[in-house]
């Protein structure tokens, strides 16, 4: 796992963008709604690289996607999260995004107390031992683990190159 300890520049953004959409079919999620909106699907680097730019510089919040190439197989499963009503004032759902495989890709500015900028993804292990947690998930077999671990680690070297 990659934790890159200094700030996010917009160049930097702009390469790690670049990265995720460098392979063909790349599928790129936003992993946790804004309240009561579908979340957005990215279809190219500059659209990924104007949302993260806009969370990470402007907002100092966090841009967290996740990514799935046609070569990892398996599938991201949208997920609706009901909120207790009165938990957020006059809101009722967000959603994020389900699947063993899915690349998590974690930007901020890394200043404290912020955690660092990160590319994550499970293991095949991982997901073997915690799919009988999840049924209704297609099993983890149904991922290609060789093509997640492959993507996972050059998007990890690249964030280690410009973060």
Known sequence: MNHASSSLTAHAIELIAAAVFSKPGAEVLEAYSDYDREPLEFR???ELADYAKEKVLKQRALA???V???DMR???ILETIHLRPGAVANHKRRYTWQGWGLISVQLQDGGSPHPPSRVSANSKARALK?????PEWAA???WDWSAVQRHTGR???VLNKVA
């Open 44 to 46: 190219s680097a500059t």
């Open 64 to 66: 967290f996607v996740f």
């Open 68 to 70: 799935r190439y046609p």
């Open 74 to 76: 398996g599938t991201a």
């Open 130 to 134: 915690w799919a009988p947690t999840q």
């Open 140 to 142: 983890p077999t149904t």
């Open 155 to 157: 998007l990890q070297r």
